[in-house]
């Protein structure tokens, strides 16, 4: 199943929204892949060392192959190239309500050539917080909801960083692959 998108036409503006992204999600309960052993705290650096986001390893063989899936689709669609998921480490990221600090500051990803968030929670309401935002080529923010299985992919070094969750007791829940890791 290939993706809907005009290559060109993301590379001017750096970003593009991928709807149903994961084909299969709807037959996986992708919460199960985050297991509380598995959790490690990544603090960000300077400037922003105030704030934490939460990660989690999975080494599920199904959480395998949905993102080598992604990976041959945004291959196929010329999104990216096939070098650029060479040792790739791709996480889960969980960001808790109640926990001002959990939120993503802005920044760039300097490290990689592009990256990929895809969101994995059900009836999530835009009033509950957890916005993905960009600044895109033109200068605009871009800003995005969660909204389950969809997918924001977006070439480095835009500025990214996302709201804080704003409802208490919810946990926003993504899928977060990094393409072209620089030397």
Partial sequence: AM????????????WVRIPNIIPELPDHDPHQWFQPEQMNYFDFPEPHTAYRLRQYSCADETFRKIYKGINERLIECGLIEE?????QNPGLHELKGAFPNDQIPLHADI???????IFLNHDWEAEEGGWNLIIDNNGDTICTPPTYNLGVFYYTPL????????????????MQLFYGEEA
């Fill in 3 to 14: 993706y809907d998108i005009n290559v060109e036409e993301v590379k001017q503006r750096g």
């Fill in 159 to 174: 500025m990214h960083a996302t709201t804080a969750v704003w409802s208490h007791d919810l946990r926003r829940r993504t």
């Fill in 111 to 117: 490290k990689h050539k592009a990256a990929l968030t």
């Fill in 83 to 87: 070098s650029w998921t060479n040792h």
